[in-house]
């Protein structure tokens, strides 16, 4: 850091999603892109549609099988909270999409996203590590307290 640099606390990063996107009442999803653009923490106006810098909706994989468009709900028992000193998320519903031949086969990041949000704000994302084929395997995604994530494909 710098001499004169703003740094935020990560409480306030916890009050501003919560003021922002409310826990209680909003719909959190996490759609499914296919690595066109690789987001960052510096991503623009990142949105899931119109109205921001970054649309990826319109890199979202092809839905079908078991995948639907915008991607799965893990609104219920999501939190946002400090976690070792820094601003996490956590949900109690893990993402778990089943084999099908007919799910995509290019899935590369999973894009959390408000859908109650009148501009389907982008919240953070999901690195699966590679392009993940989910016609040949389930993708298990689950969340734990300390803001990580791990995803399987079985």
Not at 18 to 29: E, L, Q, R, Y
Not at 49 to 68: H, K, Q
Not at 134 to 141: A, K
Request: hydrophobic letters at 35%.
């Amino acid at each position: 850091m710098a001499q004169g640099d703003v740094v935020f606390f990560d409480q306030f990063l916890v009050d501003v999603f919560k003021k922002v996107h409310n826990m209680d009442s909003d719909t959190i999803k996490v759609g499914f892109t296919d690595g066109t653009t690789t987001p960052a923490t510096t991503t623009a106006d990142p949105r899931w549609g119109a109205g921001g810098t970054t649309n990826f909706l319109s890199e979202e994989v092809t839905p079908g099988g078991n995948y639907s468009t915008g991607g799965p709900d893990i609104t219920a028992g999501a939190s946002v909270a400090l976690s070792g000193g820094a601003c996490v998320f956590d949900s109690t519903t893990n993402v778990s999409i089943s084999q099908h031949a007919s799910n995509p086969t290019n899935a590369r990041w999973g894009i959390l996203f408000n859908d109650t949000a009148t501009g389907k704000n982008a919240v953070g994302y999901v690195d699966f590590g590679s392009s993940t084929d989910m016609s040949g395997g389930d993708l298990t995604i689950t969340w734990n307290a300390s803001g990580i994530s791990s995803t399987d494909q079985a």
